[in-house]
């Protein structure tokens, strides 16, 4: 089996910085695309950022150019850098990772979630 913890959510202000961080452990044989969902009360879940193992991103159009997501994967690690927050984004940010196990089973996995709010 696999784990992913998520960690870096908080309370921060409007315009404030956040940075989450996802790190997968277990029998990983490798990582294709990590990414970040995110769902607020009475809200549907939204896809926040995707990326592969190759590099390739993308991100929805509410946070591009305010977001950056990257990884590690020497350290089978996902970040999600989030600039200039708004109180839109408060959100439950779930990570994901769409994994090949040392088993040869591929599977996605996700994380708790990590609660980020934005407010006075």
């Known amino acids: 089996q696999v784990q992913l913890v998520e960690s870096g959510g908080g309370l921060v202000q409007p315009g404030g910085s956040l940075r989450l961080s996802c790190a997968a452990s277990?029998?990983?044989?490798?990582?294709?695309?990590m990414g970040w969902h995110r769902q607020a009360p009475g809200k549907q879940r939204e896809l926040v950022a995707v990326?592969?193992?190759?590099?390739?991103?993308n991100l929805a159009d509410s946070v591009k150019g305010r977001f950056t997501i990257s990884r590690d994967n020497a350290k089978n690690t996902v970040y999600l850098q989030m600039n200039s927050l708004k109180r839109e984004d408060t959100a439950l940010y779930y990570c994901?990772?769409?994994?090949?196990?040392?088993?040869?089973?591929?599977?996605?996995?996700w994380g708790q979630g990590t609660q980020v709010t934005v407010s006075l």
């Open positions: 277990g029998n990983i044989l490798s990582i294709n695309a």
């Open positions: 990326i592969t193992s190759g590099g390739s991103t």
């Open positions: 994901y990772a769409d994994v090949l196990t040392g088993t040869l089973m591929r599977y996605t996995t």
